[in-house]
C-alpha cells in the first residue's frame, strides 16, 4: 500500500530551529528587508545617472515597441532576448549598453525586425 508521506509540520506550524537541528539556517523570509544596498540606487555621479535614466526610459520604449510590433511570437521572443542582453550589459558597462540599444533601436526604425 501507498502511503503519502507529509512534511514533519503538516496542519501544525513548521518545527522550530531547535528542534529540527539547524540552529545556523534562516528561512528565507527572515532575512531582512534592507541590506544597504539596493539595485535601485541611481549613481552619485549626475552624469553616469543621467545616462542611467536615458538608458532605462529607451529600454522601456524599445521594450513597448517590440510588444506592438507585428511579428511571430518567436521574432518577439527573439527581440526581446536580444534587449535583456541589453539589460544585463547596462549593470557592468552602461555606456556599451547605451551604445548597443542605440543599435538596435536604430535597427527597428530603418525596416524588418532585426532577428539575430
Do not use: C, W
Amino acid at each position: 500500500m501507498h502511503r503519502h508521506h507529509e512534511p514533519p509540520y503538516a496542519g501544525r506550524e513548521p518545527a522550530s530551529s531547535e528542534t529540527t537541528g539547524r540552529g545556523a539556517e534562516r528561512r528565507i523570509d527572515d532575512r531582512p528587508d534592507d541590506d544597504g544596498t539596493s539595485p535601485d540606487e541611481v549613481p552619485d555621479d549626475p552624469e553616469v545617472a543621467a545616462l542611467f535614466a536615458l538608458v532605462a526610459e529607451r529600454l522601456k520604449q524599445a521594450h513597448a515597441r517590440v510588444h506592438a510590433l507585428n511579428v511571430s511570437a518567436d521574432a518577439k521572443t527573439a527581440l526581446t532576448r536580444q534587449l535583456l542582453i541589453v539589460t544585463e550589459a547596462a549593470k557592468r558597462d552602461l555606456p556599451e549598453a547605451a551604445r548597443r540599444l542605440s543599435r538596435f533601436v536604430q535597427d527597428l526604425d530603418e525596416g524588418p525586425p532585426p532577428v539575430r
